[in-house]
């Protein structure tokens, strides 16, 4: 009889945990399609995921910290990014754990748990992160932190200079212009640029012409005025900085 009432308990609590795992990837897949659906009614844009697998002490911080993670969107002009929960359960961060997040890179989070000695090693080797936590809102910021730097990484290079936007002009068939101000170090014209509208990043690409007065130039230092002619793009206004990268040997 005791039996019975151990195997009858097992299954109580089996089916009680499939119930919440479907509850929970059923709240994921709908904020994910949510998030598709406000995507798709405007334009056209780049979707990326960032992976993630979830181990924490009791199911409800894990269902709690899936579906958050799963809430958030970030996007700008060109593209967008969202979180893809892999996997979220219960106890220490096990190689098991490990072995599904090198599949895809993901980012192992452990709230009030612990990994095993096995599971770090297996970690180290691999090269991915193990990052533990107790506050759902601690997660929460250094995902949309996360997010921000896949959304808008940083061009290839060292920063080598900036200016500032501080009159347009439309040149008929050459396009527009920026009249821009040197700020520090100089403006490259073989850099890859950066402009910024305050914290947002509007355009990433190269320079068409860099002008100094009316004549082209490889470079421009700071103190200097210069203009600008983007390729591909004239959605400049003044006030925007522009950041210029390059490879330093």
Same mark, same amino acid.
């Given at each position: 009889?005791?039996?019975?009432? +151990?195997? %009858?308990?097992?299954?109580?609590?089996?089916?009680? @945990?499939?119930?919440?795992?479907?509850?929970?990837?059923?709240?994921?897949?709908?904020?994910?399609?949510?998030?598709?659906?406000?995507?798709?009614?405007?334009?056209?844009?780049?979707?990326k995921e960032i992976n993630v697998v979830i181990?924490?002490?009791?199911?409800?911080?894990?269902?709690?910290?899936?579906?958050?993670?799963?809430?958030?969107?970030?996007?700008?002009?060109?593209? *967008?990014?969202?979180?893809?929960?892999?996997?979220?359960?219960?106890?220490?961060?096990?190689?098991?754990?490990?072995?599904?997040?090198?599949?895809?890179?993901?980012?192992?989070?452990?709230?009030?748990? *612990?990994?095993?000695?096995?599971?770090?090693?297996? *970690?180290?080797?691999?090269?991915?992160?193990?990052?533990?936590?107790?506050?759902?809102? !601690?997660?929460?910021?250094?995902?949309?932190?996360?997010?921000? @730097?896949?959304?808008?990484? +940083?061009?290839?290079?060292? %920063?080598?200079?900036?200016?500032?936007?501080?009159?347009?002009?439309?040149?008929?068939?050459?396009?527009?212009?920026?009249?821009?101000?040197?700020?520090?170090?100089?403006?490259?014209?073989?850099?890859?640029?950066?402009?910024?509208?305050? !914290?947002?990043?509007?355009?990433?690409?190269?320079? @068409? +012409?860099?002008?100094?007065?009316?004549?082209?130039?490889?470079?421009?230092?700071?103190?200097?005025?210069?203009?600008?002619?983007?390729?591909?793009?004239?959605?400049?206004?003044?006030?925007d900085v522009v950041e210029c990268y390059a490879?330093? *040997?």
């Amino acid at each position: 009889m005791g039996d019975d009432r +151990t195997v %009858l308990r097992d299954l109580a609590e089996a089916r009680m @945990k499939l119930a919440r795992e479907k509850t929970a990837s059923k709240f994921d897949a709908d904020m994910r399609a949510r998030n598709l659906k406000a995507l798709s009614a405007g334009a056209q844009k780049e979707l990326k995921e960032i992976n993630v697998v979830i181990k924490a002490d009791v199911q409800g911080s894990a269902e709690a910290l899936a579906s958050s993670l799963a809430a958030l969107l970030k996007e700008d002009n060109v593209g *967008a990014v969202q979180v893809k929960v892999l996997f979220a359960g219960v106890g220490d961060v096990s190689q098991s754990d490990v072995a599904l997040a090198g599949v895809s890179g993901a980012w192992v989070i452990g709230f009030n748990v *612990a990994a095993t000695f096995q599971a770090m090693e297996d *970690a180290r080797v691999r090269g991915l992160e193990l990052g533990y936590y107790n506050v759902v809102y !601690d997660v929460l910021d250094e995902m949309e932190r996360r997010m921000e @730097k896949v959304l808008s990484p +940083t061009p290839d290079g060292e %920063l080598v200079g900036k200016a500032t936007v501080k009159e347009i002009f439309d040149i008929g068939k050459v396009g527009k212009i920026a009249g821009s101000g040197v700020l520090e170090g100089k403006m490259l014209k073989a850099g890859t640029v950066r402009v910024m509208r305050g !914290d947002r990043i509007v355009h990433e690409g190269k320079l @068409k +012409t860099l002008k100094s007065f009316k004549a082209n130039v490889p470079e421009v230092e700071s103190g200097n005025d210069c203009g600008i002619n983007f390729f591909d793009w004239e959605e400049m206004e003044v006030g925007d900085v522009v950041e210029c990268y390059a490879l330093v *040997a």
